[in-house]
């Protein structure tokens, strides 16, 4: 069982920048591919980014360019570094871990870009 904990939400301006993260419990956090989704307000949960246990990345359309994932295995954590951000980037992010058939989510962390 791995419990992810998402944190480092909050209001931030168009334009501006925001670092969230996932702390994940367990000691084999390593062997698992870790991503971010989001929930826009009205809308269905779509994918943001992942990375593979090996680093290799990926990023949704909306979000490349502007949005870069990375991990710390020692410290159990992904984070989600988010710049220039657009109103429309407003959603809740989730984190998920999956490894195989496994496949944990975190509650989730608003995101909201206003003025």
């Known amino acids: 069982q791995v419990q992810l904990v998402e944190s480092g939400g909050g209001l931030v301006q168009p334009g501006g920048s925001l670092r969230i993260s996932c702390e994940a419990s367990g000691s084999t956090f390593g062997n698992y591919g870790m991503g971010w989704h989001r929930q826009p307000p009205g809308r269905q949960r779509e994918w943001v980014a992942v990375i593979g246990s090996d680093n290799s990345t990926a990023y949704a359309a909306a979000v490349k360019g502007r949005f870069t994932i990375s991990r710390d295995n020692a410290k159990n954590t992904v984070y989600l570094q988010m710049n220039s951000l657009k109103a429309e980037d407003t959603a809740i992010y989730y984190c998920?871990?999956?490894?195989?058939?496994?496949?944990?989510w975190g509650q989730g962390t608003q995101v909201t870009v206003s003025t």
């Open positions: 998920d871990a999956q490894w195989g058939s496994l496949r944990y």
